[in-house]
């Protein structure tokens, strides 16, 4: 569920106030980088359509590895009806539909996979760049300030950790890809930007 604009407000003030510099995780743990559950690659599957990891998955990329029950990945939407054949035909089960645009697939050895269909003008450009950005497994992960982008827009409580943990990590020239992004797709939040930022380079002081 997508908070309100003015809870997600209250929410980084209150973090704000009460985090203190190198209150957070130990360095060492906030720059671990794992891949330990792996998960269907769909580079065979779905080629030549582009496609890129997102959601928990990806984040492990940028922060320490969260445990996660499936797999989310974004399509482009005029591609929808494509990649569903492409998946019917590599054994996968069709689940629903999903209320934030997309469909639910079980893989043939029982994995939950999300299938995003995205419209957003800067889709195909992360998608592109995302296939020279893989983790450790070899799956294409949506870049980061896109990434970022995509869980402000969600916009619940586990997301805006995310982006905290995330955006604590990485360096000026990242950061100011994300803004850049920020500027020109959501100035409104620019504000709860770079609270977020600031929440994230304090838990990273230890």
Same mark, same amino acid.
């Given at each position: %569920? ?21 209150? /957070? ?5 906030? *720059? ?5 559950? #792996?998960?269907?690659? &769909? *580079? ?10 997102? /959601? ?5 990329? @940028? ?11 974004? =399509? ?9 054949? +492409? ?50 497994? /070899?799956?294409? =992960? ?8 995509? +869980? &402000? ?5 586990? $997301? ?7 955006? /604590?990590?990485? $360096?000026?020239?990242?950061?100011? =890809? ?6 020109? @797709?959501?100035?409104?939040? #620019?504000? $709860?930007?770079?609270?977020? =930022? ?5 838990? %990273? +002081?230890?």
């Amino acid at each position: %569920m997508e908070l309100p604009k003015t809870i997600r407000r209250t929410l980084i003030d209150m973090a704000l106030r009460r985090q203190r510099s190198g209150t /957070g995780s130990a360095r060492k743990f906030l *720059t671990t980088r794992t891949t330990r559950l #792996i998960w269907p690659d &769909f *580079t065979t599957i779905l080629k030549p359509l582009p496609w890129a990891v997102v /959601g928990a998955v990806a984040t492990r990329l @940028y922060m320490p590895e969260r445990t996660t029950q499936d797999l989310d990945i974004i =399509i482009r939407f005029e591609d929808r009806q494509k990649v569903s054949r +492409k998946l019917k035909l590599a054994g996968f089960v069709y689940q629903g539909e999903l209320n934030i645009g997309g469909t639910s697939w079980m893989t043939p050895n029982n994995k939950m996979v999300d299938v995003l269909e995205g419209k957003e003008a800067w889709l195909s450009s992360a998608l592109a760049e995302a296939q020279t950005n893989r983790d450790a497994q /070899g799956l294409p =992960i949506l870049p980061l300030p896109y990434l970022v982008l995509m +869980k &402000f827009q969600a916009g619940r409580i586990q $997301d805006l950790s995310d982006i905290t943990r995330m955006l /604590g990590q990485v $360096d000026e020239a990242q950061l100011n =890809i994300t803004r850049a992004l920020f500027a020109e @797709y959501h100035p409104q939040d #620019i504000e $709860d930007l770079e609270s977020l =930022i600031v929440l994230g380079q304090l838990e %990273m +002081k230890n």
